[in-house]
């Protein structure tokens, strides 16, 4: 058995979190609540990461919180969709709340092992 990657872990979790999100169908309020916490955590990996988290997860936070975009505009902006109230309330929060982590400044050191040494 081929062990599993990271990527892998990242893209099937994002994929079972916001299946509703692709297939342009309401969202219970236990999913809402899923997709709101699956957001915290991309969020967090991205912008304030915990010590020791590797460079790749946050790479591929980022990937995944542009896929979730892409899919909730393309859900919100289909005639086709039937979603209710809450639904379309919920993925314009969505929206907005990956936009915003994605255009928040991010600071991080470049190169932490780097040491220069000047001189002799």
Same mark, same amino acid.
């Given at each position: 058995?081929?062990?599993?990657?990271?990527?892998?872990?990242?893209?099937?979790?994002?994929?079972?979190?916001?299946?509703?999100?692709?297939?342009?169908?309401?969202?219970?309020?236990?999913?809402?609540?899923?997709?709101?916490?699956?957001?915290?955590? *991309? /969020?967090? &990996? %991205?912008?304030?990461?915990?010590?020791?988290?590797?460079?790749? $997860?946050?790479? +591929?936070? =980022?990937?995944? *919180? /542009?896929? &979730? %975009?892409?899919?909730?505009?393309?859900?919100?902006?289909?005639? $086709?969709?039937? +979603?209710? =109230?809450?639904?379309? /309330?919920?993925?314009?929060?969505?929206?907005?709340?990956?936009?915003?982590?994605?255009?928040?400044?991010?600071? =991080?050191?470049?190169?932490?092992?780097?040491?220069?040494?000047?001189?002799?």
């Amino acid at each position: 058995m081929e062990p599993v990657t990271l990527a892998e872990v990242f893209s099937g979790v994002r994929e079972a979190i916001w299946s509703e999100a692709r297939a342009a169908q309401n969202v219970n309020s236990f999913r809402r609540n899923l997709q709101r916490r699956h957001l915290d955590i *991309l /969020a967090r &990996i %991205l912008v304030s990461p915990a010590p020791g988290v590797p460079e790749d $997860a946050r790479t +591929l936070a =980022r990937a995944d *919180l /542009a896929d &979730i %975009l892409k899919d909730v505009g393309a859900t919100l902006k289909s005639p $086709a969709a039937r +979603l209710d =109230r809450i639904t379309r /309330a919920h993925l314009e929060e969505t929206k907005g709340r990956i936009e915003a982590t994605l255009d928040a400044k991010v600071e =991080r050191e470049l190169f932490p092992r780097l040491t220069l040494t000047v001189g002799g």
